[in-house]
């Protein structure tokens, strides 16, 4: 069993920043991939970042170069560094771990851009 708690999420400007975090614990050992993931109401969740044990990343198209995705091994916690945010980044972020043959998500925190 690995369990997430995610933190960070709020309210802010168009512009501004927030940090999200998600903890793991439990067989962390077992974690091959950390992602973040976020969903808006009526839609689909979708992949915002993922990073790999070795600290390969991978981002969607509509926050490459605005948020960065980071991994502290000794923490086992994973960060979500987003900037120059935009009102299309509303929505619930949720942390997602990922092993060969599990998977677990966090409870998810709200991100709401005001205009």
């Known amino acids: 069993q690995v369990q997430l708690v995610e933190s960070g999420g709020g309210l802010v400007q168009a512009g501004g920043s927030l940090r999200l975090s998600c903890a793991a614990s439990?067989?962390?050992?077992?974690?091959?991939?950390m992602a973040w993931f976020r969903q808006v109401p009526g839609q689909e969740r979708e992949l915002v970042a993922r990073?790999?044990?070795?600290?390969?990343?991978d981002y969607a198209d509509s926050v490459k170069g605005r948020f960065t995705i980071s991994r502290d091994g000794a923490k086992n916690t994973v960060y979500l560094q987003m900037n120059s945010l935009k009102p299309d980044d509303t929505a619930v972020y949720y942390c997602k771990a990922e092993g060969t043959r599990f998977y677990y998500w966090g409870q998810g925190t709200q991100v709401t851009v005001s205009s």
């Open positions: 439990g067989r962390t050992f077992s974690i091959a991939t």
């Open positions: 990073i790999s044990r070795g600290g390969s990343t």
